[in-house]
C-alpha cells in the first residue's frame, strides 16, 4: 500500500506517519510513505493510493481542494483523506469526491479510515485455499460472492457461477476475510457486502437472486455493518 502525506507542519506529518507506520505493522501490511511539506512537490510525484491532505498549507497559502481538484483532473484514482483543524470545511469536499475528512484532535480517526480503504480495494487481493484433490486454487476475493459450510469443506461461490471446494473453518475463513468486506451473515454463510442487493428484518437478497437468513444473533451487527459499509463505498 503506498500512502502520502501532504502537510507542512513536522509535528503533525510525525504523528500522522507514526499511527500509519503501526497500523500497517500491526496487520502484517506491507507499505511505503512519502512525506511532503507541499502540494507542489506532492504533485510532481503522485504515485500514491491514499493521500492524507492537509486542507490549510501555509507555503503559497496552498489550498488542499485546489491540490485535490488538480489530482482529480488529471486522472489520479488515489483516495484522499482530508486533514483539517476546521470541520467546517468539510462540507466542500464534494467537489473532490473526498474519501474521509480527519480532525486532527481526532487522529485516531486514520486507523478507521485505513480499515474502509482496505475494505473498498478487495479487488486487489487475492486468497489460496487447496481443494479436495489438495490443489491450491487462487480465489479473487472481488469476484467471489460467498462462501458457506459444505459437509466438512467450504463452497467458494463465484460471480460466474463457479464454485470451488476447499479444506477450511468457517470461523477461521469469517476472521481472514472480515477486513474485506466480508461478513459472517449465520452459521453457516460468509457474504460479500458489495454484492448484497436488498435487506429486510429476517435475510439478505445478494445480486444474483440468491436469499440468505440472516442468522439471529448476528442480525444486530450485521446491520451496522452493512450499512457503514454501503456509506463509506458510496463516498
Known amino acids: 500500500m503506498k500512502i502520502c502525506i501532504v502537510e507542512d507542519e513536522a ?18 501490511i506491507s507499505f511505503k510513505i512519502n512525506l511532503y511539506s507541499n502540494g507542489e512537490d506532492f504533485l510532481n510525484n503522485t504515485d500514491a493510493d491514499l493521500l492524507f491532505l492537509d486542507i490549510e498549507l501555509s507555503k503559497d497559502k496552498e489550498d488542499g481542494f485546489e491540490i485535490a481538484e488538480k489530482l ?59 481443494n479436495t484433490a489438495g490443489i491450491q486454487i487462487k480465489i479473487n476475493l472481488n469476484k467471489l460472492l460467498l462462501v458457506e459450510t459444505y459437509s466438512r469443506k467450504l463452497r467458494y461461490l463465484m460471480l460466474d457461477g463457479s464454485e470451488y471446494f476447499c479444506d477450511g473453518n468457517i470461523s477461521e475463513a469469517a476472521q481472514n476475510l472480515s477486513p474485506f468486506g466480508f461478513f459472517r451473515i449465520q452459521r453457516s454463510y460468509i ?28 442480525n444486530k451487527e450485521f446491520k451496522k455493518e452493512f450499512f457503514q459499509w454501503r456509506i463509506w463505498l458510496d463516498l
Do not use: P
Open 11 to 28: 509535528v503533525w506529518r510525525d504523528k500522522i506517519q507514526a499511527i500509519i507506520e503501526k497500523y500497517c505493522r500491526d496487520k502484517n
Open 72 to 130: 482529480m483532473n488529471s486522472g489520479n484514482q488515489c483516495k484522499i483523506c482530508f486533514l483539517t483543524s476546521h470541520t467546517e470545511l468539510a462540507r466542500l469536499g464534494y467537489r473532490v469526491n473526498a474519501f474521509r475528512y480527519i480532525d486532527k484532535k481526532h487522529l485516531e480517526e486514520i486507523e478507521e479510515a485505513l480499515d474502509f480503504f482496505l475494505k473498498t480495494k478487495i479487488q486487489d487481493r487475492v486468497i489460496y485455499c487447496n
Open 191 to 218: 457474504v460479500n457486502l458489495k454484492y448484497i442487493e436488498n435487506v429486510n428484518s429476517r435475510e439478505i437478497i445478494l445480486c444474483n437472486g440468491l436469499k440468505v437468513a440472516i442468522g439471529r444473533i448476528h
